[in-house]
Every structure is written in structure tokens, then in C-alpha cells.
């Protein structure tokens, strides 16, 4: 299974947006870009409200698709996000190691392998042929 995750590489460890500034406090540009986001994102649900009872603590959250990825990060936020050091990210992992949410999914990072690293411009792009292509409105 493809899953999507924006996150910031602080030293051996990544963490997303809500975690980053947390493990990245001298970090000034990094410090904006999460309040940035934070202030800017839709209300999305906790892993638990959004059926994720229990997961492991080393498992991450990410997304299943662009499109769901993009509902959680706007495209201005994730432009901040990316210029402060993020990365938007697409691993390869087992759904054995997946717990499915509604717009959200855990996985275990271990168990992930990185496919590649894409822009914003990159991930608005595929996601848009994904979705052209998902409705059969391809040539």
C-alpha cells in the first residue's frame, strides 16, 4: 500500500507537523511553518475519533491518498511546511503494518520503505491524475 506523510527529519527520526516543533524548538523557520499550519488546518479528528482505537507508540500518521493528504495540509500550508524543511513522503508498507481511519491511516515507519520525496507542485499534480485516472476520464 502507497501512504503519504509530511514530515521533518530531526536527527535519526522524522515527525509531522504536529510533533516537529515539539523535537525541533530552536528551529525558527520550522517553529512558523507549524504554527502556520496549525493555524490554517481544518478541523480533522484525532487518530481515536477517526477509528484508530489503539496503535502502537513508534507507528506514524499519514494518509492513504493525495487527495486525503491534501485535505489535511492546504496547499499554501504545505508550500510553508516544505520551505521550512518537510518533506512530503511516499512510502511502500505492508498493509499488515496499517490501521485504516477514515482521513487518516498509522503505520509502522520500520516497516516502510521510502518510495520517493515530491514537491507540492509534484503531489497537486499526481493527485489530480489520480483522480482523473480513478474516474476513468483518461483517454
Not at 490554517?40 to 499519514?62: K, L, N, R, T
Request: net charge negative; with cysteine.
Amino acid at each position: 500500500m502507497i501512504v503519504y506523510r509530511v514530515e521533518l527529519k530531526v536527527k535519526d527520526k522524522t515527525y509531522g507537523p504536529y510533533l516537529a516543533a515539539i523535537y525541533a524548538p530552536d528551529d525558527v523557520k520550522v517553529r512558523r511553518a507549524v504554527n502556520f499550519f496549525k493555524n490554517h488546518a481544518s478541523m480533522m479528528p484525532e487518530p481515536h475519533e477517526d477509528g484508530i482505537g489503539f496503535f502502537p507508540h513508534h507507528y506514524v500518521c499519514g494518509c492513504r491518498s493525495l487527495a486525503q493528504l491534501f485535505d489535511w495540509v492546504a496547499m499554501w500550508s504545505m508550500r510553508e511546511l516544505l520551505d521550512a524543511g518537510f518533506t512530503l513522503s511516499a512510502y511502500d508498507v505492508n498493509v499488515d503494518y496499517v490501521i485504516l481511519g477514515k482521513t487518516q491511516l498509522c503505520f509502522n515507519p520500520q516497516k516502510a520503505t521510502l518510495i520517493k520525496h515530491l514537491t507540492a507542485v509534484e503531489g497537486y499534480q499526481q493527485m489530480e491524475f489520480e483522480e482523473f485516472e480513478e474516474f476513468g476520464e483518461h483517454a
